[in-house]
């Protein structure tokens, strides 16, 4: 097992300022300096700086006395995998006197961690609860090391309060299922709900003045229309019928019925537990503390300490790097909201690449894509980082997460292979770009403006008006040059005609599985498979031993803190956290300031339509 700090090995096989100016005015009536107003203020900096040296201290003891330390595995235990919350699949910041290596473990983790049980004399059998918020690329990654683990013989038992689409669509890969005697089955199908907002516009004199590239280009329709395109609605029809084929096909493989009889539960949708019991969606209604006692009185393990027990480090000469592009991709440095949200910059990146191109000992490099996309500009600056380490002869493998779309793709588009889930929502190789004309609101308020300029197009960007027409002539040359080299960066890093990527670009998302149809990913897997590829194009031998670098690495919350001091200090900058996943109306507030941050001074943006919350 990999350590989730820094480096750690992996089974064979397998980122001036000076003092205030004295004003005289200010001195007492002698010149003497005035009375120090400020040594509140100076105790009160100087208490923090004693704080966080305490608990530095404090921490770094922490991981000395933990440093040594790993949980042991209990001989005949079970696994006892339980999946709560929102899971992570990139590194993050932690407590603040929690050791990194105690973080809640990432997704991949999991996945890696079952996949070993299954071949591990130690582990007699599997316990799941998988009750936590995944993407169907991540189910799908969880769902397949479950079934790994089923294959292998030893018994697996799943366990729920109450199932819905993902939670069951992961259970069906165990041999017993057992719902609560009070939980509610919930397996009826998927839903994909947009909001538009051009009504609210309307009334508060708000116009979205977007152009796009790209026929299915529809990330600008929540904000122009009051409904989907004719042409978004063909490609997001065509998106979730790939998606619920790939869970109706997975349940009934894993429940060993016809396909016909996983669609008549959907569609009747036996939402009593007696009513699953009935239909032989489950195997029992039984409550948790039964469904583990009647384990044969076996030990648990917790995944994360077995995770744990694996992470002791044996030095490897040869280490691959697994770098994690999740969220937004913006410019600038990486940033991570307090309340979870991210983006990554490309700043921060490069960073990445700069040192695994300095250290001798990297290998290979394998990109973890979790990103709707972003920024168009950022996005092409960190494939020029990927071009600049494949030159220097160290392959780049993609694994693509939930989402690896629109700028997401375009830094996938240059790697040696792509991998991607069969769920995973990739493409939108398209561009759009504007402003919000804000001159309505003005008319509203009774406000008037003027403007002064030398240069017909000197207000080209600004809010209170909208283009005019040589105006929007421009822009949009602009946006057909930047899709131009979009098109021109998936057919080089694809070895495809510009025509041919064409055709299945414009915008268009599409399935892994649709993806890998049209030539655009190499293979449907999941990080497993990834860091196995990287292995191979490295030529790393099958008994040779190698190492995990991943990045970001995980960070304490003092840590975090210092290094944010640090970046505050060098470059003052209020940072909003546009990629919090709001509901509702909040949602297309937060999509729009980040669409604020992206397009500032014309830039393009590439992301895909929406945040494709699939339910």
Known sequence: MQDPDDLSPVAPGGAASGPPPTNPASAGPTGAPPPRRNSGRLLLGISLFGFLAFVGLTVGAVLMARQEWAPSVEENSFLEVRLQGTMSDAPAEGGLFMDPSQFPPLITEVTAAIRQAATDDRIKGLY????????????????????????????????????????????????????????????????????????????IGVKADFEHVGDYKSAVEPFQRAGPSDAASEAMDMLIGGLYDQMVDGIAAGRGVPRDQVLAWIEQTPITPQAALDAKMVDGLKYRDEVRDGMAGEERTAVSAYIKSGNTFVPADKTIAVIHIEGAIVDGESSTSVFGGRSVGDRTVEEYFEEIREDESVVAVVLRVNSPGGSGMASDMIWRSIQRTREMKKPVVVSMGDYAASGGYYISAPADRIIAEPGTITGSIGVFGGKMNIGGVYEKLGITTHTWQRGAMADLFTGINGFSDPERAKFKEFLAGFYDVFLTRVADGRKMQKDAVHLVAQGRVWTGAQALERGLVDELGGLDVAIQRARELAEVGAEEEV????????????????????????????????????????????????LDEILAGGGAAAMMPGRMEIR
Request: proline share 6%; glycine share 8%; aromatic share 10%.
């Open 128 to 203: 799941l609860e998988p009750d936590a918020s995944f993407g169907w690329a991540a189910s799908q990654e969880l769902r397949d090391a479950v079934a790994v683990f089923s294959a292998s013989g030893k018994p697996c038992y799943a366990y729920a309060d109450g199932f819905e689409n993902k939670s069951y669509y992961i259970a069906s890969a165990c041999k017993e299922i057992y719902l609560a005697p009070a939980g509610v089955m919930l397996v009826n199908g998927l839903a994909i709900t947009n909001e538009y907002y051009s009504g609210i516009f309307e009334k």
């Open 547 to 594: 190492e995990l670098l991943r990045l970001p690495r995980r960070k304490t919350l003092v840590e975090k803190l210092m290094e944010d001091l640090e970046t505050q200090a060098a470059q003052p900058q209020i940072r909003i956290a546009p990629e919090l996943a709001l509901p509702g109306v909040q949602q297309g507030i937060g999509e729009l300031m980040l």
